[in-house]
């Protein structure tokens, strides 16, 4: 969820003076009139479903709205039988009853008339990506009539306050308010108990704590909060939310241990906690084993401070061993080696690089379906690149980015799955000179590249020197210049001749002539264990 805020254009009513003053008048006389008549009908019974929408219709600056097809009609004088609502652009009706709207990016602006939220039939109201700034929550009372609303989608508006919603329609179930300009996580959302999905994202601006009474909300399947300024730690209460199928938690400010009450919350399919880049919180302590989340089948805990080991009853009494499993824990403080129980998943994606891992029993090597099938053509460099060597993902993706050996071998990456040479050890980024398939690698070839340029670059310049004193006259010096050009071009080979020096053997350039199985069994002892 999720997606930001897009531009929206700006239009400004310019007017002139004299001649364009009664023309002016003459086009607001309708809505002057439409105005007063739908002020009379509030005064009496509740408005019918024609009038509640013309009353929001002027409420949102309709004459502004990118598309009003059936509306504009009917603000101007239309009858209900020349523009019957249900025509109208984004209205759903059944039975000549309406029962949705969808304006959604459609320039709406302003205050939502709260007559909208009591109409007697309305279930789905989408005014997501529009310049609102009120959404007319707060006419709502307890005990008045109220539509039986089920969805409401405000995404991607100017709301600040949704004071009154605790009011709506116990039929509510799903509430979607990202990318508004909230301070604070509105705690009125917590009194909506039977809230089903709650998106509540991309929020730079809001602040504050995540709020004990989140527990409120037992019959939460969806619960997406990310992207937003929330400090301190996740409360307990989350585990007393057992319906929970996706519970997404990216990139806040959130710290501290994951709550061992998550373990409670055995129906998450889905559950998110990246914390990627300097801003973010960082989630510590030890990895909880899930092992009662039974049919959990993604898991994002990259980018945190997490420590320990992969517990051995990681996913234990796991059902979905046999479908595509994502498991992500990259870039986090763990140590140990990769559990050997986790061979029983048949179609696993782990991503571990980053860490301190130092170990991948032979088992794992031979799982062929793992990492998408790359398991299958790079065996243990799939999961993890070997100990001394890196790669930019930490593992062998392709027949073309292998896994590359550093410079000081492993003293420049001493665990598996290394992204940087010398970034564990805490020192800066060293270029590769082979790669473990016994290929140049990247820095060797850069350095090489480096040194025929420059040779190329000093004898275009020499000939051309030369030609230029040649025809003004002035051959009979050219001594200097050739010495001059001698000296690059010996610099050049001798810095090439350093370059070849430098570069240690890979382990496989060293086995050339051992047989192959005895050549992976002996890098499987010294680089994986």
Same mark, same amino acid.
């Given at each position: 969820?999720?997606?930001?805020?897009?531009?929206?254009?700006?239009?400004?009513?310019?007017?002139?003076?004299?001649?364009?003053?009664?023309?002016?008048?003459?086009?607001?006389?309708?809505?002057?009139?439409?105005?007063? @008549?739908?002020?009379?009908?509030?005064?009496?019974?509740?408005?019918?479903?024609?009038?509640?929408?013309?009353?929001?219709?002027?409420?949102?600056?309709?004459?502004?709205?990118?598309?009003?097809?059936?509306?504009?009609?009917?603000?101007?004088?239309?009858?209900?039988?020349?523009?019957?609502?249900?025509?109208?652009?984004?209205?759903?009706?059944?039975?000549?009853?309406?029962?949705?709207?969808?304006?959604?990016?459609?320039? @709406?602006?302003?205050?939502?008339?709260?007559?909208?939220?009591?109409?007697?039939?309305?279930?789905?109201?989408?005014?997501?990506?529009?310049?609102?700034?009120?959404?007319?929550?707060?006419?709502?009372?307890?005990?008045?009539?109220?539509?039986?609303?089920?969805?409401?989608?405000?995404?991607?508006?100017?709301?600040?306050?949704?004071?009154?919603?605790?009011?709506?329609?116990?039929?509510?179930?799903?509430?979607?308010?990202?990318?508004?300009?909230?301070?604070?996580?509105?705690?009125?959302?917590?009194?909506?108990?039977?809230?089903?999905?709650?998106?509540?994202?991309?929020?730079?601006?809001?602040?504050?704590?995540?709020?004990?009474?989140?527990?409120?909300?037992?019959?939460?399947?969806?619960?997406?909060?990310?992207?937003?300024?929330?400090?301190?730690?996740?409360?307990?209460?989350?585990?007393?939310?057992?319906?929970?199928?996706?519970?997404?938690?990216?990139?806040?400010?959130?710290?501290?241990?994951?709550?061992?009450?998550?373990?409670?919350?055995?129906?998450?399919?889905?559950?998110?906690?990246?914390?990627?880049?300097?801003?973010?919180?960082?989630?510590?302590?030890?990895?909880?084993?899930?092992?009662?989340?039974?049919?959990?089948?993604?898991?994002?805990?990259?980018?945190?401070?997490?420590?320990?080991?992969?517990?051995?009853?990681?996913?234990?009494?796991?059902?979905?061993?046999?479908?595509?499993?994502?498991?992500?824990?990259?870039?986090?403080?763990?140590?140990?080696?990769?559990?050997?129980?986790?061979?029983?998943?048949?179609?696993?994606?782990?991503?571990?690089?980053?860490?301190?891992?130092?170990?991948?029993?032979?088992?794992?090597?031979?799982?062929?379906?793992?990492?998408?099938?790359?398991?299958?053509?790079?065996?243990?460099?799939?999961?993890?690149?070997?100990?001394?060597?890196?790669?930019?993902?930490?593992?062998?993706?392709?027949?073309?980015?292998?896994?590359?050996?550093?410079?000081?071998?492993?003293?420049?990456?001493?665990?598996?799955?290394?992204?940087?040479?010398?970034?564990?050890?805490?020192?800066?980024?060293?270029?590769?000179?082979?790669?473990?398939?016994?290929?140049?690698?990247?820095?060797?070839?850069?350095?090489?590249?480096?040194?025929?340029?420059?040779?190329?670059?000093?004898?275009?310049?020499?000939?051309?020197?030369?030609?230029?004193?040649?025809?003004?006259?002035?051959?009979?010096?050219?001594?200097?210049?050739?010495?001059?050009?001698?000296?690059?071009?010996?610099?050049?080979?001798?810095?090439?001749?350093?370059?070849?020096?430098?570069?240690?053997?890979?382990?496989?350039?060293?086995?050339?002539?051992?047989?192959?199985?005895?050549?992976?069994?002996?890098?499987?002892?010294?680089?994986?264990?």
């Amino acid at each position: 969820s999720q997606s930001p805020s897009q531009a929206r254009p700006i239009e400004k009513n310019q007017t002139t003076k004299g001649a364009s003053r009664p023309h002016l008048q003459n086009s607001l006389l309708p809505m002057f009139v439409l105005a007063a @008549l739908l002020s009379l009908a509030s005064c009496s019974q509740a408005l019918s479903d024609r009038d509640t929408l013309l009353r929001f219709y002027i409420f949102t600056n309709g004459k502004r709205w990118f598309n009003s097809t059936g509306w504009q009609e009917a603000a101007d004088g239309a009858d209900s039988e020349k523009s019957p609502v249900c025509s109208w652009y984004g209205v759903t009706c059944e039975q000549d009853a309406v029962t949705g709207l969808d304006l959604s990016a459609n320039n @709406l602006k302003g205050k939502v008339a709260h007559h909208l939220w009591a109409m007697p039939s309305l279930t789905s109201v989408n005014l997501g990506d529009n310049l609102i700034d009120d959404a007319g929550f707060e006419g709502l009372e307890d005990g008045e009539e109220k539509a039986p609303i089920k969805e409401i989608i405000l995404a991607d508006n100017e709301l600040t306050s949704l004071a009154g919603i605790e009011f709506a329609s116990e039929t509510l179930r799903t509430l979607r308010i990202s990318s508004n300009d909230f301070d604070r996580l509105p705690q009125e959302i917590f009194q909506l108990k039977h809230l089903k999905s709650l998106d509540v994202a991309d929020m730079a601006g809001m602040t504050g704590t995540l709020s004990t009474m989140i527990g409120n909300l037992v019959d939460l399947r969806e619960l997406h909060i990310s992207y937003t300024s929330l400090k301190g730690t996740i409360p307990s209460e989350i585990g007393l939310l057992t319906k929970l199928e996706l519970l997404i938690l990216d990139s806040n400010k959130l710290h501290g241990p994951l709550p061992a009450e998550m373990e409670n919350l055995v129906k998450l399919h889905t559950l998110s906690m990246e914390n990627p880049g300097e801003a973010t919180g960082r989630l510590t302590g030890p990895l909880p084993s899930f092992k009662d989340l039974t049919v959990l089948g993604n898991l994002y805990l990259d980018h945190n401070a997490l420590t320990g080991t992969i517990p051995t009853d990681f996913l234990e009494n796991s059902v979905v061993t046999n479908k595509d499993v994502t498991v992500h824990l990259s870039n986090n403080k763990l140590s140990g080696k990769i559990p050997q129980e986790l061979g029983r998943f048949e179609k696993l994606h782990l991503e571990v690089q980053g860490n301190k891992i130092n170990g991948i029993p032979n088992e794992l090597c031979g799982k062929n379906k793992w990492m998408f099938g790359q398991v299958a053509d790079f065996g243990c460099d799939a999961i993890l690149c070997p100990k001394g060597s890196f790669a930019e993902s930490g593992r062998r993706e392709s027949a073309d980015v292998p896994c590359e050996v550093c410079p000081g071998g492993t003293d420049d990456a001493p665990h598996l799955g290394s992204i940087e040479c010398g970034a564990v050890a805490g020192k800066a980024p060293l270029p590769t000179v082979y790669s473990t398939s016994g290929q140049l690698g990247g820095g060797a070839k850069f350095c090489i590249a480096v040194v025929v340029v420059g040779f190329v670059f000093s004898f275009g310049l020499a000939l051309w020197v030369s030609e230029r004193r040649r025809r003004s006259g002035k051959e009979s010096d050219t001594g200097a210049l050739q010495d001059n050009f001698d000296a690059e071009f010996n610099a050049g080979a001798q810095k090439s001749d350093m370059q070849d020096a430098r570069a240690p053997q890979s382990p496989k350039s060293e086995l050339q002539d051992v047989p192959l199985e005895e050549e992976e069994k002996k890098e499987a002892e010294g680089l994986y264990v």
